[in-house]
Nanobody, 126 residues
Framework: QEQLVESGGGLVQAGDSLLLSCAAS????????MAWFRQTPGKEREFVAA????????YYADSVKGRFTISRDNAKNTVYLQMNSLKPEDTAVYYC???????????????????WGQGTQVTVSS
């Protein structure tokens, strides 16, 4: 059964760092393109970063470029989001997502992702 489990969220101060992890399980998810999205109450889910099957290509939202880094360890079936220089506007629930399908590629389009984790809360205080 395909499953994504996020961890690493929490409450931090502006300027701090956090490392989010997303562990994937299930035969169809290992090695697939994956991404991070975030959502705040009343707003649509927002793209943050995406990564291809073997770690490339990577894509970032303009709002996080230069501060966040997405990476993956396929041996551990885990994708990471290193978040540095956090700002209060980064406060959100962060979701890990994976594309299904044999020939899927990384994309920023939320509609293209087939599997989602339960989300992890990140709160940045000013």
């Amino acid at each position: 059964q395909e499953q994504l489990v996020e961890s690493g969220g929490g409450l931090v101060q502006a300027g701090d760092s956090l490392l989010l992890s997303c562990a994937a399980s299930g035969r169809t998810l290992t090695g697939n393109p994956m991404a991070w999205f975030r959502q705040t109450p009343g707003k649509e889910r927002e793209f943050v970063a995406a990564i291809g099957n073997r770690g490339r290509p990577t894509y970032y939202a303009d709002s996080v470029k230069g501060r966040f880094t997405i990476s993956r360890d396929n041996a551990k079936n885990t994708v990471y989001l290193q978040m540095n220089s956090l700002k209060p506007e980064d406060t959100a629930v962060y979701y890990c997502a994976a594309r299904g399908g044999l020939y899927a590629v990384a994309t920023i389009d939320v509609e293209k992702y087939d599997y989602w984790g339960q989300g992890t809360q990140v709160t940045v205080s000013s």
